[in-house]
């Protein structure tokens, strides 16, 4: 079943998903050649917790971070620890936030020093890629339309998309249904309703779409090396459009498709 989120229920989410925008913005901020990703990572707790949220991720399945903060070929999930950042790696900041019942959940990569024109243009495509998606989230459209809008875009650069990870809903639990593919056909999947609240997040490689999970059962990389980037939002559903939840200050996306900021 998904969820029809009430007002007050939607303001809690909102609550924690503006968290997990400050610690994005931090990280945006602290991203620099010499860091090292659990020194990244323990800045991104204590943010969190300075909020009065808990990371939404320690404990989940056993994960031993606030954050997964995935570096280059590595797609998502990859967990913090000794490895020093290097002028033109790309790094994925994904971090979930947990207040008063409700979470949020939201993803941003960020270059580290000067990138390769081949990063800067993945980075850019992936960002197209959700604000697309968000564009395509308005009441009656379907699920399918979000995939279909990122693997339109992704494809068109050539760049390969990754079947294995999905976006969810997300309330009192960080993943919810529905699922959110970032691939598929806009008539499929279900229809969505003002009050619904879902995460969007599309993973983008600049080689095949293929991926594989390290033997620490977390990482998961791309198959042939190649960069990958990852972007999510935390999404709700209004009666025009939608509204993103995962930043600063509020946004709203309405049907226009130049009314945006992803
Ligand atoms: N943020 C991820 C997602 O969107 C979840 C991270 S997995 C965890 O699905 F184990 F680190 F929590
Ligand atoms: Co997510």
Redesign the pocket.
Known sequence: MIRIRRPDEVAKIRASARIVAEALDLSSRLVRPGLTTRELDQKIEELIRSRGATP??IG??G?PAAS?LSVNAQV??AIPGDYVLREGDIIGV?V?AYKAGYHG?G?FTFPVGEVSADARRLMEVTRECLRLAIEAVRPGNRVGAIGHAVQTHAEKHGFGVVRELVG?GIGER??EEPQVPNYGRPDSGPTLRPGMVI?I?PMINLGTHEVETLEDEWTVVTRDGSLSAHY?HTVLVTETGSEILTVLDRAVVDESPLGSRG
């Open positions: 939404s991720f989940y399945h994960y997964c998502v999930h994904d979930g959940d993803a969810h960080m993943h995460a997040e999510e």
